[in-house]
């Protein structure tokens, strides 16, 4: 018997149809269309290629596709393991070459079968299902991987159907090699990045060719991902073939790492040790367990980047709501209404704020420990009420009189008057409650509901205690419908990582937070969503407000503090809060739930860094030996912040 992974000598396809698991039901018989970007609108079946005649033709009698599935007259391929989910298989090879092997938690877990039927991953050792069903020989030619495609007859799940080519031999094999240099003769790796994109893109144009003509077009440019899709009939059916090896020449565009390839997705991170394993074949492996790992625990395949995984499972939630009748279904973008003085920048600017401590402060100041919330935006995405539709503009006492309704202030946008911080009996040791407030005079901006309502909280909560006729309200964008639109979806996050936390993967657990970080952050860039199968993506207010959310959640939790522990933070960044403490005390809450603050970063402070801290003539020089006291721990730390979106 054959195990999972193990080399099959011959290109023979099995005469079974990989099973697809219950989630392709998803497709419901209707064509299966998507944007360029490749998230699906609708998931439908590609017809079996057995019913057209040119498929046998070009097949040359390949057994017959629509055979039983259990039949014992496979030829030259391995029978099924009864196990998938052997752990040792990476290990395997390095113990037989004599050398230690101790591979992450994460690698050990089992591989499930949700993501069969719906991805395959190419080795140049042979092909297989995400489960570990070896199926094919090597795929050494464009013919071969067109006869793959084609019998495979992969269903889509959130996301096109995937073909993963993993290893660059696996590359070679299909002409797909690229020599772009090496990153020492490059002063930025965006330079390196641009030149290998500008390759592969020139490389593939050049050898697709025997797909093209087989009938397959391509989506777009060509790059990391090869958009293909192929009509016949009513149906539309959609590939992406992901080039694993050439990933990197795409991300660091998106997110700007300049020197360093950061976060990639399903594929994890280099810098934080969860990227796939060296070898091909343990590569494969653990590719496999996290695809089948996002079909299970988020009903979707990985989108090229975490953002539109977020987006696939928000699509996924509104076909299923449209079908059921139940549910709120945005289909409508929600772009900033015309403002009259718009702000400067982020409509609610996520705070950033430093403080030259005390003597006090440093008296018996031995750690300096970073809290922040767990899973911030995620936990504020299912908590509010967020605005759709139309709004409607109002000015002068309409405006004001739409805040002070029997349930508040409807969802929208408020042009009001933040009162000159020294005006109010403001902590001292505590930024402002709002990034565009001044100490020394009014302003006037526009905020979203959520800081309207922080602010009438009282001061010990995190407000300013105001009444609405302390904000002079002016105007007004008021949104006529709102709900919690992100309920559902921030469950099913939730949930994903909850499971990846509880069985120590970290791999996922990254990634989680990849796509609801990414997705939320994207929510503000139309460019991002320009189909218009995807417009509805396009909610900068929802963005602001969970902004907004988390920061007056973050100011409530330091008021708390300072009651509880008589301490007050030095330093702030988003969610994150930084406090000089004496040993042993703990700032942090008790509770695991999301939203709830937890320990970040904690280190003992040196006699160096305590007077650096001490001699500090300004919040630059504070920055600088925070900097230092945790630069060793940057990348080894559980980072739970948002950071900036």
């Known amino acids: 018997m054959s195990s999972p992974w193990e080399q099959i000598p011959l290109f023979t396809l099995p005469d079974t149809t990989p099973k697809a698991s219950p989630e392709s039901a998803e497709k419901g018989g209707s064509p299966n269309t998507t944007d360029q970007e490749g998230v699906t609108d609708e998931a439908g079946p590609e017809p079996a290629a057995a019913t057209h005649p040119e498929f046998h033709e070009q097949v040359d009698a390949e057994p017959d596709e629509q055979g039983d599935a259990e039949s014992d007259e496979q030829v030259d391929v391995a029978e099924t393991p009864t196990d998938t989910e052997s752990p040792e298989l990476a290990s395997a090879e390095a113990e037989a070459d004599g050398d230690a092997f101790d591979p992450p938690v994460w690698e050990a877990l089992p591989a499930g079968e949700a993501a069969d039927g719906h991805a395959l991953i190419v080795t140049a050792a042979g092909t297989y299902t ?8 090597p795929v050494d030619s464009l013919e071969k991987l067109d006869k793959l495609i084609r019998w495979a007859s992969l269903t889509p799940l959130g996301a096109p159907a995937q073909i993963w080519v993993v290893g660059l031999a696996a590359c070679e094999l299909l002409g797909w090699v690229i020599d772009p240099g090496s990153e020492d003769d490059v002063d930025d790796m965006e330079a390196l990045r641009t030149r290998a994109a500008a390759e592969l893109t020139a490389t593939l144009h050049a050898t697709l060719p025997p797909l093209l003509d087989a009938g397959w077009e391509l ?4 790059g990391h991902v090869v958009h293909l899709s192929r009509t016949i009939g009513n149906f539309t059916s959609m590939v992406d073939v992901v080039i694993e090896p050439y990933v990197w020449t795409y991300w660091n565009k998106d997110f700007g790492w300049h020197n360093r390839v950061g976060d990639m997705g399903v594929l994890g991170s280099p810098a934080a040790g969860t990227y796939l394993p060296d070898d091909d074949l343990p590569a494969a492996r653990e590719l496999g367990r996290r695809l089948a790992w996002c079909a299970q625990h988020l009903g979707v395949l990985p989108g090229p980047t975490p953002a539109r995984t977020g987006a696939a ?25 015309p403002l009259d003085g718009p702000p400067r920048g982020d409509l609610e600017p996520a705070v950033g704020w430093t403080r030259v401590p005390e003597a006090a402060d440093l008296e018996d100041a031995c750690r300096l420990v970073s809290i922040d919330q767990r899973a911030a935006y995620l936990a504020s995405a299912g908590m509010l009420e967020l605005g759709y539709g139309q709004p409607k503009h109002l000015t002068g006492g309409a405006a004001a009189a739409a805040a002070s309704g029997e349930k508040g202030a409807p969802f929208g946008l408020w042009r009001i008057t933040l009162p000159a911080g020294q005006t109010l009996s403001l902590p001292e040791k505590l930024p402002l409650p709002h ?5 020394d005079q009014p302003v006037q901006t526009w905020v979203t509901t959520v800081t309207l309502d922080a602010l009438r909280e009282p001061v010990a909560d995190g407000g300013i205690g105001a009444d609405l006729d302390d904000l002079d309200i002016t105007e007004a964008w008021v949104y006529p419908q709102q709900g919690r639109v992100l309920d559902k979806w921030a469950k099913i996050l939730r949930e994903a990582r909850k499971t990846a936390v509880d069985t120590q993967d970290a791999a996922m657990k990254g990634f989680i937070g990849s796509c609801y970080k990414g997705y939320i952050g994207r929510m503000v860039n139309p460019d991002m969503w320009t189909s218009t199968r995807m417009v509805h993506h396009h909610q900068p207010l929802w963005r602001a407000s969970i902004i907004a959310h988390c920061r007056w959640r973050g100011r409530r939790v330091a008021m708390r503090i300072a009651r509880e522990h008589q301490r007050w933070p030095v330093r702030t960044v988003t969610d994150s809060w930084v406090y000089l403490l004496p040993e042993e005390e703990d700032i942090a809450d008790e509770s695991g739930a999301l939203g709830k603050m937890t320990v970040e970063k904690d280190v003992a402070l040196t006699d160096t860094l305590l007077a650096s801290m001490a001699s500090a003539a300004d919040v630059h020089e504070v920055n600088l030996a925070i900097k230092a006291a945790f630069t060793d721990h940057e990348d080894t730390a559980e980072d739970e912040g948002e950071g900036v979106l």
């Open 130 to 137: 995400p489960s570990g069903r070896e199926l094919t020989g």
């Open 313 to 337: 499972i928000i699509d996924k939630i509104k076909r299923e709501r449209t079908r059921s009748g139940k549910g709120i279904v945005v289909t409508t973008p929600g772009p900033v209404p």
């Open 435 to 439: 990034p565009h407030m001044l100490a």
């Open 219 to 222: 989506r777009g440019e060509p």
